[in-house]
């Protein structure tokens, strides 16, 4: 065929292009226009209904000269160390001891992973009767005999946060597991056997062999994590409600109690805008690491 009579790159696959786009319109619309239309009226002074009266950037001074609003953020920063860390070390370790070819292998998948099935409401109200003073585990240990025993998190505002993480630790370590002994069945067994003939340690194996090849794994995995750590709300209010006071609040429970009982959309606003960057911090340098680093052939 010569060059005159090959098709032209934009009829190319014409009828997959014409069934993508309701998909291309509803991203446009939905999605960037959403979030453009919420970026814009974060700098008015909406209340019950948007309006265009613009203040500038009265709504980001307000929110960063209130306290709960800062709460909110130092919880984020903890609960979100405390999720990657441990999600990914207890994960990982959780895979590799699968990844053994042990004895009833399907059985303890299946007990890890069945957590990550709940919704985080119900993962939450469980997990507030566990750390309940009166009938959970504190009363469960006293009542064994160790009567100084103290296990309440969620009663106490200097730790609420850390009981907070427990749950969400319960729930979503299945799930990184999972990944993570799906990356390590895709390692060749050659290279297994190459280590144990050179006489290297499996601690280092999996140190300094395989977790480097795994590494698209471990970006997909932080920005699961990562993605859910921003967004956490349901978690929260299941257990806390944001208490005691304001000791548990998130970004995501100050948006919400802002748009939708202190009808001030205009502050709701300027605190969703605030997310959005936090997941364009998450997003960029995971995009960079995929698509931007990578040679051209």
Same mark, same amino acid.
Request: hydrophobic fraction near 50%; proline fraction near 4%; avoid cysteine.
């Given at each position: 065929m010569? @060059?005159?009579?090959?098709?032209?790159?934009?009829?190319?696959? &014409?009828?997959?292009k014409?069934?993508?786009?309701?998909?291309i319109?509803?991203?446009?619309?939905?999605?960037?226009?959403?979030?453009?239309?919420?970026?814009?009226?974060?700098?008015?002074?909406?209340?019950?209904?948007?309006?265009l009266?613009?203040?500038?950037?009265?709504?980001?001074?307000?929110?960063?000269?209130?306290?709960?609003?800062?709460?909110?953020?130092?919880?984020?920063?903890?609960?979100?160390?405390? !999720?990657?860390v441990? !999600?990914?070390?207890?994960?990982?370790?959780l $895979?590799? &001891?699968?990844?053994?070819?042990?004895?009833?292998e399907?059985?303890? /998948?299946?007990?890890?992973? %069945?957590?990550?099935?709940? !919704?985080?409401?119900?993962?939450g109200?469980?997990w507030?009767?566990? &750390?309940?003073?009166?009938?959970?585990i504190?009363?469960?240990?006293?009542?064994? *005999?160790?009567?100084?025993?103290?296990?309440?998190?969620?009663?106490?505002? !200097?730790?609420?946060?850390?009981?907070?993480?427990? $749950?969400a &630790?319960?729930?979503?370590?299945?799930?990184?597991?999972c990944?993570?002994?799906?990356?390590? /069945?895709?390692?060749?067994?050659?290279?297994?056997?190459? $280590?144990?003939?050179? *006489?290297?340690?499996?601690w280092?194996?999996?140190?300094?062999?395989?977790?480097p090849?795994?590494?698209?794994?471990?970006?997909?995995?932080?920005?699961?994590?990562?993605?859910?750590?921003?967004k956490?709300?349901?978690?929260?209010?299941?257990?806390?409600?944001?208490?005691?006071?304001?000791?548990?609040?998130?970004?995501? @429970? %100050?948006?919400?109690?802002?748009?939708?009982?202190?009808?001030?959309?205009?502050?709701?606003?300027?605190?969703?805008?605030?997310?959005?960057?936090?997941?364009?911090?998450?997003?960029?340098?995971? $995009?960079?690491?995929?698509? *931007?680093?990578?040679? /051209?052939?």
């Open positions: 010569s @060059k005159s009579e090959r098709p032209n790159q934009l009829f190319r696959n &014409l009828n997959a014409v069934a993508s786009i309701p998909m319109l509803t991203a446009l619309v939905v999605f960037v226009g959403g979030t453009a239309w919420t970026v814009l009226y974060s700098f008015t002074n909406s209340k019950l209904l948007p309006r009266s613009f203040v500038g950037l009265d709504q980001y001074y307000r929110l960063w000269s209130t306290p709960r609003w800062l709460v909110s953020i130092e919880n984020l920063l903890i609960y979100g160390v405390l !999720s990657l441990f !999600s990914l070390v207890i994960g990982f370790v $895979a590799a &001891l699968l990844d053994q070819k042990i004895r009833f399907d059985t303890f /998948r299946t007990i890890f992973l %069945y957590p990550f099935a709940l !919704s985080f409401i119900v993962t109200l469980v507030q009767w566990l &750390l309940n003073p009166d009938f959970g504190q009363h469960v240990v006293r009542e064994l *005999g160790w009567e100084s025993f103290s296990f309440n998190p969620l009663y106490d505002s !200097s730790i609420v946060i850390y009981g907070i993480s427990i $749950a &630790l319960w729930q979503g370590t299945g799930l990184i597991m990944l993570m002994l799906a990356g390590l /069945r895709g390692i060749d067994e050659d290279i297994w056997k190459a $280590a144990r003939v050179d *006489g290297i340690p499996m280092k194996t999996y140190l300094f062999i395989i977790i090849m795994m590494r698209p794994v471990f970006i997909t995995t932080l920005v699961i994590i990562a993605s859910g750590i921003v956490v709300y349901d978690l929260v209010v299941a257990q806390t409600s944001g208490g005691p006071g304001i000791a548990s609040e998130v970004p995501a @429970k %100050y948006v919400y109690d802002y748009m939708f009982f202190a009808q001030n959309l205009g502050q709701g606003f300027a605190a969703s805008t605030m997310m959005l960057l936090s997941v364009m911090i998450v997003i960029v340098p995971w $995009a960079y690491l995929e698509f *931007g680093g990578r040679k /051209r052939v």
